[in-house]
């Protein structure tokens, strides 16, 4: 069982930056890779980023590369996203996940992470 919890959430403007934590428990954190995706209301849950167990590998979604940085912890058992340069379409619920299968790659695939957390919300205005 691994346990998730995000945080940083919020109200910002237009180009503004956040910066969201998730903390993980219940399994060792350096064997597991670990994921963001986000929920736009009325829309499908989308791949945001992704990073390898080790941290040597992210993998980004083409709508947010160069805006958003993924980075872990392994000491703390934590995973980050940098929010940068954010617009409204940026709006959603933000959720990571943990994908604990060895697969080689750093997948951008809701359906192969295997625990969720929460959600926080980040909302942009314009």
């Known amino acids: 069982q691994v346990q998730l919890v995000e945080s940083g959430g919020g109200l910002v403007q237009t180009g503004a930056s956040l910066r969201l934590s998730c903390a993980a428990s219940?399994?060792?954190?350096?064997?597991?890779?670990m994921g963001w995706f986000r929920q736009a209301p009325g829309k499908e849950r989308e791949f945001v980023a992704a990073?390898?167990?080790?941290?040597?590998?992210?993998y980004y979604a083409d709508s947010v590369k160069g805006r958003f940085t993924i980075s872990r912890d392994n000491a703390k058992n934590t995973v980050s996203l940098q929010l940068n340069s954010q617009t409204p379409a940026d709006t959603a619920v933000y959720y990571c996940?943990?994908?604990?299968?060895?697969?080689?790659?750093?997948?951008?695939?809701?359906?192969?992470?295997?625990?969720w957390g929460q959600g926080t919300q980040v909302t942009v205005s314009s």
């Open positions: 219940g399994r060792t954190f350096s064997s597991y890779a």
């Open positions: 990073i390898s167990r080790s941290g040597g590998r992210s």
């Open positions: 996940a943990a994908d604990l299968t060895e697969r080689g790659i750093v997948s951008n695939t809701g359906a192969e992470y295997d625990y």
